[in-house]
């Protein structure tokens, strides 16, 4: 699967959910592949106004919030 | 106070007298002021703004074009997160969602000039009446602003792009997730501008014990004075938060309270950073536009307040 995280380089929330859903991913043993998108017209163009935008293969998770560990841990194991 | 206790406390422990004493109790006092209400302020209002989402904002702008529009892009600009990278993607998806441009302008306008944590740190460093004057000058410039822009056309100078509409479940969130999430939105907010904080207060003491008040009176009290402070303050980049401990201690040295304002707003409102963002999402001749009507706007406030007060 393929996840991104949408939000400009200088958001230190959307740099800690991607270091956090690798995390996940490594210790689940899921095959996946985390990127984030820091540039702000992809942001538009997928609609993301407030940061972190949590992105699972093409499905917006979810937007603007922080999940702790374990519930980013539920959501990424659920889309498997 | 107690800080100003503790702020004597200190210097008198070191054993500081004259210009290093002032500049020390300057930096003591003003660091841990600024940091307590920085924190109480950001932690209330991100909870707050839980219950605001900008989506359902925009929703609610939608539709809004006359004045009633300004007005409330104003006000949202007001509260809306500092982080200046949450800015941007805030203003694409107003605009992406169709409302009017000039009202989009307004809200990036008064978001970086005007925030709450700023408005409950001016009462104490240049008094109740000149905040209230700040606050409604920022908001005029940044309704004028707008509205001229959207009257002259530069509507189209934005880029064109794909605007998506992110089709996020938001769950009514439960009080305790409203906690974390504002929580987790101030700690990222508070470590963006402490840095600017710390240097801002910094510079603000060693003007405070060192530069002679000779030196601000000959260059600095005419109404050429206001032309420097906006020319030094557009390019210039740091949070509002960093640049009222500057313009405190100048004003404390006879800086005229126009001129004072007019550094103060520049600062705040436009930065070259801020136009390398911009850049990515509009085209040179607004932005050159956005920045001069924002420009003559605040030179106006500076040489009209130095006139008036």
């Known amino acids: ?80 | 106070m107690v800080f100003k206790q503790f702020a004597t406390w200190v210097v008198d422990t070191i054993g500081l007298t004259g210009a290093p004493r002032a500049s020390a109790h300057f930096f003591v006092y003003d660091t841990l002021k600024i940091l307590a209400i920085l924190t109480a302020v950001i932690f209330g209002v991100t909870y707050l703004r839980t219950y605001f989402p900008p989506e359902k904002i925009r929703d609610y702008l939608d539709g809004k074009t006359a004045f009633t529009g300004y007005v409330l892009a104003a006000l949202m600009g007001i509260v809306s997160p500092f982080c200046s990278c949450s800015t941007i993607p805030i203003f694409l998806g107003m605009v992406g969602a169709g409302i009017p441009f000039g009202i989009t302008i307004t809200f990036l306008a008064v978001s970086p000039m005007i925030n709450e944590a700023a408005l409950v740190v001016l009462p104490g460093v240049v008094g109740f009446e000149l905040t209230a004057l700040y606050a409604v000058s920022g908001i005029a410039i940044g309704m004028t602003s707008g509205y001229s822009l959207n009257l002259l056309g530069f509507d189209r100078y934005v880029d064109d792009f794909e605007f998506g509409d992110s089709e996020v479940d938001i769950d009514e969130p439960t009080r305790r997730e409203r906690l974390e999430e504002a929580y987790a939105e101030a700690k990222e907010i508070i470590l963006e501008i402490i840095p600017y904080v710390i240097v801002g207060v910094g510079v603000g003491a060693l003007i405070h014990g060192y530069l002679p008040e000779q030196l601000v009176e000959t260059y600095l009290s005419g109404q050429w004075g206001v032309f420097g402070a906006v020319a030094v303050g557009v390019p210039m980049y740091t949070d509002i938060l960093g640049v009222i401990p500057v313009v405190e201690s100048l004003l404390g040295k006879g800086l005229p309270v126009g001129t004072g304002l007019a550094f103060m707003m520049s600062v705040a409102a436009l930065s070259l950073p801020q136009f390398m963002i911009l850049k990515k999402v509009m085209q040179k001749e607004l932005i050159a536009a956005y920045a001069g009507t924002l420009a003559s706007g605040i030179l106006v406030i500076g040489l009209l307040f130095n006139i008036v007060l």
């Open chain 1, 1 to 80: 699967m393929k996840i991104t995280v949408y939000g400009p380089s200088n958001c230190s929330n959307c740099t800690d959910l991607k270091e956090t859903a690798e995390a996940i991913i490594d210790r689940n043993g899921i095959d996946a592949n985390v990127t984030k998108e820091t540039d702000m017209t992809e942001l538009a163009a997928k609609g993301v106004m407030s940061t972190p935008g949590f992105e699972i293969d093409d499905e917006m998770v979810f937007s603007g919030t922080t999940p702790s560990e374990p519930e980013l841990e539920s959501i990424i194991t659920e889309h498997v």
